[in-house]
């Protein structure tokens, strides 16, 4: 059977108070039965507030709250299970409103009473009950956020704001439920309320527009799986408050727009949810200042929002918004003018920056995701600076923007870096023609170009970009040639190559000035790339590793060249370019497998020297001096330049009226270069030869012979310049340049012909082995100068032979090596009248000494003989030359003979030389002529025979020559008789005769010969006359077989007789 249920009365309600005291609360309904009203607080100045509504009983509704009067009104009573809360009190003039009750389980929460308000703004409404099990919550009153949903029933919506109050939020969705949207925000800064979420959230609420110079509210997030909300405006032309962003959207929802900008910067658009897309950002409309919102980012899965153009009204635009950053899967939003591209997910691709208004930046590119192409770089155009965006990175990297132009006075902006595998953007050009920059190129990314730099108008030309790893570098900037009012301006540096790629080429410099400017440097090559040539003055850059060296360009009039790029790891040196010009030095030339040529010295103008010539890199040659090619100018003329390892050095530059430029040094086993005109030659390198000095012009001295270079192990040392010869009035030849020594087991180098007035030079000594080199010659007929000595000569090696004399004393041969012979003497010059023959060099131990060579004459006296070189241990002495000295013979060897003096000098004999222990002294030489005397017999173990007294057909005889120690007289020592004495010379006139010889004593072993005859002294002739000498003893007998007869004493001399 059925049973009904009875519903409760419902409770009384609470009384009413006095002035300042609270609305009792209405009573609890019963069961069944509603909730009793709460009393009103009738105070019109209280504070009391209103009673809350009772609660209702079981299945019954809440009392309704009390109403406010300046205070808070009550709250709605919650309902009782199964029933509706009550709604809350109306707020009085200046209360707030009551919230409603809660509904109880199954029933609606209550709605919350509109704030009613007399003051300068509303009051908050009461929030909507929370609604009960399976039922929906209150919604909530003027300002006030919407209950919470219960389980099972939908949130309640909040209501709009009153002006200048938060709209209340939407109330949280109940477990399948809907969330409830969002109030509108209004008023000066007034935000939406936030969406409630559930099983299909809610649309955040709009944010509220701005008043006067208050930003617009931002909308409210989307609840789950609903859309953000709008942001609000700021509706102010002349505000720069922001405008309002978009709310963000719920999971699965999408972001909210970003409010449109006016004057301020428009909204950023909400983050999608995921799942979800981003909402764009606010447009810039009639902003002059303001940027264009960015737009969010997508969810896991979606796109990013695109990003909203800015609007221009004013002189330069704004940034336009930046590109969503996509999800895990999607694309990156586009950039706005002047905006970014975002980046793009995981998968996906990065949004392409747009194009940059007036003077500003273009948009970077998005990187890419993975796998994808990073977007290009917008192009920066017109303004201050507008540089090219930096181009995404990704599968393909997007190419750089091209950099803007410059205004007036302003530099072209920058190209833009190329992303991962892109280019790098073109520099902006300097447009204006009073000096200004143009931009460099932008550099490459990872595997891309570098950009070319923006050309020069009156300013320096853009660098160009470095290229990436295994990319080409941009070229460097050309100067244009038409700049008003200025020279023009240098070209762009080549940008470096990046590894395996070629260094860029150094624009030529171009000028409308009164020289050109420096060109630009070749870039360095990458690893394995070649460097870029300079332009015209320029530098050849570097080679990478395995790559060549650029060619350094010419210089314009007045400049350097270019050096010459160093090779890299087995490349070639790029050649030096040529100096032209004041001053203009050749460029140094690159080393590298082999080295380029050193570049020419530049031709000095008027009064200015020639430049140097480069020096030559490794394997090159030395470049040439440059020339001072005024003939009025004292300055001086360019050196070679010292060649390179294994080149030869450069030629110095002729002289005019200033110093000739010295030849450079010859690099190892190259010659060294000569010396210009009046220039000393360069020093050879090792294993080669000196340079020559050069003729002097008229006047100066002539130039230095270089030092012949000292052999190679095994080579032959080089040979000594010769000397410049001097010409003019007072000139002096140069000095001549010594020979090389030699290398071991290499010869010396020949000595250098001496110049007017000065000694040749020496050979050089011979290394281990070999044989020192020939002494130079003095080659002038009318100078005192010497020739120059032989080398001597290394061990085992033989020493160099003198120079041939001239006028002068010839050169002495050089010592023998141990175990070898000493060089010969040179030969005294036929034409000479006072040349000496030179000496003939020590033997080595072992080894014989030179021959002193033959003297010859044209003039009364003969010139003598050079002598005979000493012998080395167990060596024989040279012999002397005509008129020479026997040299002494070594230990065990034999003294040289003294040569016969000649017929028409009547020079003496040269002595013998001394034996050598156990050795046999040398015979004298014989005298012959006017009044020759024999040389004195040299000593020993049988001492040589005195030379003969020379004959004189017409006058006295020479004097014997006294015998040697231990030796027999004059005459004697023959082996079969004993030798006369030779007969004591007269005296000269008006003087004391001579003491006759002593008779040697007869030689022993073979007959005795007889002693020889006393000399006749001489008789004496003068005014008064002289006392004749006294006759000689004669000597004694030789004792032998048959023992000699002793000699006759002499006869005295004959007193002289007064003239």
């Known amino acids: 059977m059925s049973c009904k249920r009875e519903r409760a009365p419902a409770a009384p309600a609470g009384p009413a108070v006095a002035a300042t005291l609270d609305g009792g609360q209405g009573g609890a309904g019963g069961q069944g039965g509603a909730g009793g009203v709460g009393g009103v607080d009738t105070g019109s100045i209280s504070s009391a507030n209103g009673g809350a509504g009772g609660n209702g009983g079981l299945g019954g509704a809440g009392g309704t709250g009390g109403a406010g009067t300046f205070t808070t009104a009550g709250n709605g009573g919650a309902g009782g299970v199964g029933g509706d809360a009550g709604d809350g009190g109306l707020g009085g003039v200046a209360g707030s409103a009551g919230s409603g009750g809660n509904g109880g389980a199954g029933g609606a929460g209550g709605t919350g009473a509109g704030g009613i308000g007399a003051g300068a703004s509303g009051f908050a409404g009461g929030s909507g009950g929370k609604g009960g099990a399976g039922g929906s919550a209150g919604t909530g009153g003027v300002n006030g956020a919407g209950g919470a949903g219960g389980v099972g029933g939908d949130g309640g919506a909040g209501k709009a704001g009153a002006t200048g109050q938060i709209g209340g939020a939407g109330g949280i969705g109940g477990t399948g439920g809907d969330g409830g949207n969002a109030g509108t925000g209004a008023g000066a800064a007034a935000s939406g309320g936030i969406a409630g979420d559930g099983g299909n959230g809610g649309a955040g609420g709009n944010g509220g527009a701005g008043a006067a110079n208050s930003s617009g509210g931002t909308g409210g997030n989307g609840g789950t799986g609903g859309t953000g909300g709008a942001g609000g405006l700021n509706t102010d032309l002349f505000s720069s408050a922001a405008n309002g962003n978009g709310g963000n959207g719920g999971l699965g929802g999408t972001g909210g727009t970003g409010g449109v900008g006016t004057t301020g910067p428009a909204g950023t658009g909400g983050t999608g949810g995921a799942g979800g897309n981003a909402g764009a950002g606010g447009t ?360 390179g390892i294994g080149g030869a050095g450069g030629t110095g530059g002729v002289g005019t009226t200033g110093p000739a430029g010295t030849g450079g040094t010859g690099g190892t086993g190259g010659n060294a270069g000569d010396g210009g005109t009046n220039g000393n030659g360069g020093a050879g390198g090792t294993g080669g030869n000196g340079g020559a000095g050069e003729a002097g012009a008229t006047g100066p001295i002539g130039g230095t012979g270089g030092a012949g270079g000292k052999g190679g192990a095994g080579g032959t040392g080089g040979d000594g310049g010769n000397a410049g010869t001097g010409t003019g009035a007072a000139a002096s030849g140069g000095i001549a340049g010594d020979g090389g020594d030699g290398g071991d087991g290499g010869d010396g180098g020949k000595g250098g012909d001496g110049g007017t007035n000065n000694d040749g030079g020496t050979g050089g000594d011979g290394g281990k082995g070999g044989d020192g080199g020939i002494g130079g010659l003095n080659t002038d007929t009318g100078s005192s100068a010497a020739s120059g000595n032989g080398g001597n000569g290394g061990l085992g090696g033989t020493g160099g032979t003198g120079g041939l004399g001239t006028t002068v004393a010839a050169g002495t041969g050089g010592t023998g090596g141990d175990g070898g012979d000493a060089g010969e003497g040179g030969a005294a010059n036929i034409g000479g009248t006072a040349g000496h023959a030179g000496i003939g060099g020590d ?79 040398g015979n004298a030489g014989t005298g012959v002529g006017a009044a020759g005397v024999g040389g004195a017999a040299g000593d020993g173990g049988n001492g040589g025979d005195g030379g003969i007294g020379g004959d004189n057909p017409n006058g006295d005889g020479g004097q014997g020559g006294q015998g040697g120690k231990g030796g027999q007289g004059g005459q004697g020592g023959q082996p079969t008789a004993g030798g006369t004495g030779g007969a004591g010379g007269n005296g000269g006139v008006a003087g004391n005769g001579g003491t006759g010889g002593n008779g040697g004593a007869g030689g022993n072993g073979g007959d005795g010969g007889a002693g020889g005859t006393g000399g006749n002294g001489g008789d004496g002739i003068g005014a008064p006359g002289g006392l004749g000498g006294g006759g000689g003893t004669g000597g004694k007998g030789g004792t032998g077989s048959v023992d000699g007869n002793d000699g006759t004493d002499g006869m005295d001399g004959t007193d002289g007789t007064t003239i």
């Not at 001072?628 to 003329?637: P, Q, R, V």
């Open 843 to 921: 033997g080595g131990d072992g080894g014989t000494g030179g021959t002193g060579e033959v003297g010859i004459g044209f003039g009364d006296p003969g010139v003598n003989g050079g002598q005979g070189g000493t012998g080395g241990a167990g060596g024989n002495a040279g012999a002397g030359g005509t008129n020479g000295n026997g040299g002494d013979g070594g230990n065990g060897g034999n003294g040289g003979p003294g040569q016969d003096g000649d017929d028409l000098a009547g020079g003496n004999g040269g002595n013998g030389g001394n034996g050598g222990t156990g050795g046999d002294g």
């Open 284 to 643: 810039s409309v009639f902003a002059a200042t303001g940027n264009a919102g960015i737009s969010g980012d997508g969810g896991a899965g979606g796109t990013g929002g695109t990003g909203a153009d800015a609007t221009v009204a004013g002189q330069a635009g704004n940034a336009g918004g930046q590109g969503g950053k996509g999800g895990v899967g999607g694309s990156a939003g586009l950039g706005g003018i002047n905006g970014n591209g975002g980046a793009g997910g995981v998968g996906g691709d990065g949004g392409a920056g747009k194009a940059g208004a007036t003077g500003q930046i273009g948009g970077a590119g998005g990187a890419g995701g993975t796998g994808g192409d990073g977007g290009d770089a917008g192009l920066g155009f017109g303004g201050a600076a507008g540089s090219g965006g930096v181009g995404g990175t990704g599968g393909n990297g997007g190419a750089g923007g091209t950099g803007g132009n410059g205004a007036a006075d302003l530099a072209g902006g920058t190209g833009g870096a190329g992303g991962t595998g892109g280019d790098g953007g073109v520099g902006g050009l300097g447009t204006n023609a009073i000096g200004t920059n143009s931009g460099d190129g932008g550099n490459g990314g990872l595997g891309g170009d570098g950009g070319t730099g923006g050309v020069g108008t009156t300013g320096i030309a853009g660098t160009g970009g470095t290229g990436g790893a295994g990319g080409d570098a941009g070229e460097g900037g050309i100067a244009n040639p038409f700049g008003i009012g200025g020279t023009a301006g240098n070209a762009g540096v080549g940008g470096d190559g990046g590894a395996g790629g070629t260094g860029g080429t150094g624009s030529t410099s171009a000028g409308a000035g009164s020289f050109g400017f420096t060109g630009g440097s070749g870039g360095t090559g990458g690893a394995g790339g070649n460097a870029g040539d300079g332009g015209i003055n320029g530098n050849g850059g570097a080679g990478g590793t395995g790559g060549d060296g650029g060619a350094g360009k010419a210089g314009a009039t007045g400049l350097d060249g270019g050096a010459g790029g160093i090779g890299g790891t087995g490349g070639d040196g790029g050649n030096a370019g040529i100096g032209a010009g004041a001053a203009a030095s050749g460029g140094i030339a690159g080393d590298g497998g082999n080295g380029g040529a050193g570049g020419d010295g530049g031709a000095g103008a008027d009064d200015a020297m020639g430049g140097a010539g480069g020096d030559g890199g490794t394997g090159g040659n030395g470049g040439a001096g440059g020339l001072n090619s005024d003939l009025l100018s004292s300055a001086a003329n360019g050196d070679g330049g010292n060649g």
